[in-house]
Nanobody, 127 residues
Framework: QVQLVESGGGLVQAGDSLRLSCVASERTFSTYPMGWFRQAPGKEREFVAS????????YYADFVKGRFTISRDNAKNTVYLQMNSLKPEDAATYYCAKYQGVDYSRTYYAKYAYDVWGQGTQVTVSS
């Protein structure tokens, strides 16, 4: 089973940028969509962004549109999340996940449609 490892989190100030990375352990990475989710303490894990297998179709949660960009490099088995203009409310543990659903355009935001998750990387934003 594929393993996912996130990195790139850290402590930043409001308005700063971070780029998260998620590396997959298998070459089959290039065949499935990938997503980023986040979870703040005491809150549910929520959808942030997703990308189709070739990066051609991306979706974003409303609260990150215009600030975050998801991308992927299939040659490196890596998906990225570029986060700009960070806000204190963006503080959370960020997880990448492998999509295994059957209708990406309808279920890209659903946690149940993802079957493999990374261990998470923590993002802290000070005001």
């Amino acid at each position: 089973q594929v393993q996912l490892v996130e990195s790139g989190g850290g402590l930043v100030q409001a308005g700063d940028s971070l780029r998260l990375s998620c590396v997959a352990s298998e070459r089959t990475f290039s065949t499935y969509p990938m997503g980023w989710f986040r979870q703040a303490p005491g809150k549910e894990r929520e959808f942030v962004a997703s990308t189709s297998w070739n990066g051609g179709i991306t979706y974003y949660a409303d609260f990150v549109k215009g600030r975050f960009t998801i991308s992927r490099d299939n040659a490196k088995n890596t998906v990225y999340l570029q986060m700009n203009s960070l806000k204190p409310e963006d503080a959370a543990t960020y997880y990448c996940a492998k999509y295994q659903g059957v209708d990406y355009s309808r279920t890209y935001y659903a946690k149940y449609a993802y079957d493999v998750w990374g261990q998470g990387t923590q993002v802290t934003v000070s005001s």
